[in-house]
């Protein structure tokens, strides 16, 4: 079992705003605070080799269960473990593991070309020169890299640093990647690029994948499982033939759409 997640509750505390200049003399006085239940004890486990797409709405609690994951916030409550390890307080052991893509930030160097970035992943994971080579050379013939590997990362296209970054995260062979909409924004020839890759990779070097997205496309194409989630609280977690024969439908976009808007 590569990923287990027991009961697993993430809840931020934010300092409310009050209008206007008494409002903030207010707040400053007295500070209200409000609680957000991000992740309401959820629970799930993800063998090795899995791919499973993770899937709701904005603000569903997605993102903040994948930097859980990856061991970039703690828990409020509950158990994860990754590959044996606790994300949290194995850090360093842990992310030699996994590999993390988010479509909306990059971990690329601004102003180098990709290959250097690539470089500097080698030393940091201690990659060895033919893996490097063999990957980079799998990674180029799937995403097309060569054509602008030259190039300063602030040059490139969305699409291009987004095969980019995700090349990234493959690149030292980590057991278990998350993506967390790694096709936003993309053209549908990207987004193909990205597919083929996600589902290659799985096949090939059996990286357990968890791919949260809001093209159902994506998924369909990529994962065996789905884990649905909303307000913080997993609805379904089976595969995506269950799901279309629970809410009765035959497309499974309709659905997605069913489920989210109170059709069951
Ligand atoms: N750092 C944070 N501080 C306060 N609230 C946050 C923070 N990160 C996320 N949230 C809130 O937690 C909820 C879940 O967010 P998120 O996990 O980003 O959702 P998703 O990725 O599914 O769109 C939202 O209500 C969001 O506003
Ligand atoms: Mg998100």
């Not at 997640?5 to 206007?20: C, H, M, P, R, Y």
């Not at 490097?132 to 990674?139: A, G, H, I, M, P």
């Amino acid at each position: 079992m590569s990923i287990i997640v027991e009961n697993l509750s993430k809840t931020f505390k934010i300092k409310e705003k009050q209008k206007g200049i008494g409002g903030a003399l207010k707040s400053l006085v007295a500070p209200k605070t409000k609680l957000i239940k991000a992740v309401e004890d959820i629970s799930f486990t993800i063998d090795d080799g899995q791919a499973v797409g993770f899937i709701g709405p904005n603000g569903a609690g997605k993102s903040t269960t994948v930097k859980m994951l990856s061991g970039i916030l703690y828990p409020s409550a509950g158990r994860i473990n990754v590959n044996g390890l606790v994300p949290y307080k194995n850090r360093i052991e842990h992310v030699k593991n996994i590999g993390v893509v988010f479509g909306q930030k990059s971990q690329l160097w601004w102003d180098l070309p990709i290959t250097d970035t690539f470089d500097l992943l080698k030393k940091i994971y201690k990659i060895p020169s033919d893996v490097y080579s063999r990957n980079l050379e799998l990674f180029n013939e799937i995403l097309g890299l060569h054509e602008f590997e030259t190039q300063q990362v602030r040059q490139l296209s969305l699409g291009q640093r987004m095969r980019a970054d995700i090349a990234a995260a493959f690149l030292h062979e980590p057991s278990i990647v998350f993506l967390d909409e790694p096709t936003i924004g993309l053209d549908v020839v990207a987004k193909e690029k990205i597919r083929l890759f996600i589902k290659e990779i799985n096949r090939v070097k059996k990286t357990t994948l968890l791919f949260t997205t809001h093209d159902m496309t994506d998924i369909e194409k990529t994962c065996q499982r789905i884990i649905v989630i909303d307000k913080g609280k997993i609805l379904y977690d089976g595969t995506i033939d269950s799901f279309k024969t629970k809410l009765n439908k035959d497309d499974f976009n309709e659905a997605v759409y069913e489920m989210f808007t109170g059709g069951i």
